[in-house]
């Protein structure tokens, strides 16, 4: 971010104002991490901040300070849509398309309150008025312990805020496992521990909440896995009935898709499940080296993400849309091989 920018925002932020901070649709540990981060950053420069959820999310990242705070505009919209109107800035963080909000696009769009966007997905757009954008980083809760320090208030971070980025780093590294954790990102998870942040009791509180229920559906899905060895490609398909069977709640199948990557020779990993209330077959991309599921999804799937973990959709029925991945890969073996 540009130190013109940075200088315009600290200037903001030394007088209250009416704040909106917002995440994607089916907010992940990321984006509910980053917006809480922030939100309790603003709150000690008393600023009248909430953060605005377009809708519900896991169980597992409802422990965090200040969670009890944020507002799910699919079950609050007037009291939503009249916050977001009334907002003299708004922070999208997470994402870097107002579409990725699902219904509340309209009233981000027609908002006249200033946008900031914080992120590091590939190819914004140009909907904001100061941009922190890096896809180089690890997490957008990396992007936000780089803003608080840009801003020169490093020594603000506290156990609230340590707590909420040190969860999303953690999530979004894959428990710093994923090629985008570089030492810097070490290093600014160890000011968050020494700043407050529990490692083992986040560590705990996300990955450690299983219930019976989702650890049956892990072995249905483990079940349905196949390999597609001459593409080095592996997928995992649940079928709404499956999901059914097993008592599915929102994010039981999150990380699913990693198993399937974890093969031996597989560079190519993807999950598809059949969200039959929308009507979409929900698809989760994950890779190796420099094979790019982004745009693999942007080309094919109607999504987009990182190079090597990436969404999209589609609206055939489940076993169409495995055909039409299985028949799409053969135009990608050469450069699945080469990784």
């Given amino acids: ?19 909106v901070i917002v995440p994607h649709k089916n907010p992940d540990g990321d984006a509910i991490g980053s917006t809480l981060g922030l939100y309790h950053y603003l709150k000690m420069h008393n600023q009248d901040a909430v953060v605005i959820a377009p809708n519900d999310y896991p169980e597992f990242l409802k422990w965090m300070p200040g969670e009890d705070t944020v507002l799910k505009y699919d079950s609050n919209t007037a009291n939503c ?47 904001a008025t100061y941009m922190y954008s890096d896809v ?19 020594a603000l971070i506290n156990p609230d805020i340590a707590t909420c980025l040190y969860t999303g780093i953690m999530t979004d590294t894959g428990s710093f496992r994923f090629a985008s954790t570089t030492s810097e990102t070490h290093r600014v998870t160890a000011h968050l ?41 592996a ?26 990557l974890s093969l031996q020779n597989i560079i190519f990993a993807a999950i598809f499940i ?28 109607e999504g987009g993400g990182h190079t090597n973990a990436a969404g999209g ?14 028949s799409i890969l053969p135009s990608y073996n050469e450069a699945l091989k080469n990784e």
């Fill in 274 to 301: 059949e969200d039959k209330q929308n009507n979409i077959i929900k698809i989760s991309l994950r890779s190796k080296g420099d094979f790019s599921v982004n745009e693999f999804a942007r080309s094919h799937f």
């Fill in 1 to 19: 971010m540009k130190k013109e920018a940075i200088s315009d925002i600290k200037e903001l932020l030394q007088t209250p104002k009416k704040m």
């Fill in 136 to 154: 180089r980083m690890s997490s957008t809760c990396e992007m936000v312990y780089n803003f608080i320090d840009m801003l020169g208030d490093k």
């Fill in 81 to 127: 849509d009249m916050l977001i109107e009334n907002a003299d800035v708004i922070f999208t963080l997470d994402f870097n398309a107002l579409n990725r909000t699902g219904d509340m696009e309209q009233a981000l769009k027609a908002s006249k309150g200033l946008k900031i966007m914080i992120d590091h997905h590939q190819q914004p757009d140009d909907y």
């Fill in 235 to 260: 997928y995992i398909s649940l079928t709404q009935d499956e999901l059914n069977h097993y008592n599915y709640r929102k994010g039981d199948t999150e990380g699913f898709v990693n198993y399937a």
């Fill in 193 to 233: 521990i020494e700043s407050g942040a529990e490692h083992s009791e986040i560590h705990n509180a996300v990955m450690d909440a299983n219930s019976f229920e989702r650890m049956q559906l892990l072995g249905c899905a483990l079940t349905n896995l196949k390999v597609i060895p001459e593409s080095k490609t």
């Fill in 313 to 326: 959709k589609s609206d055939l029925n489940l076993q169409e849309t495995v055909e039409k991945f299985i």
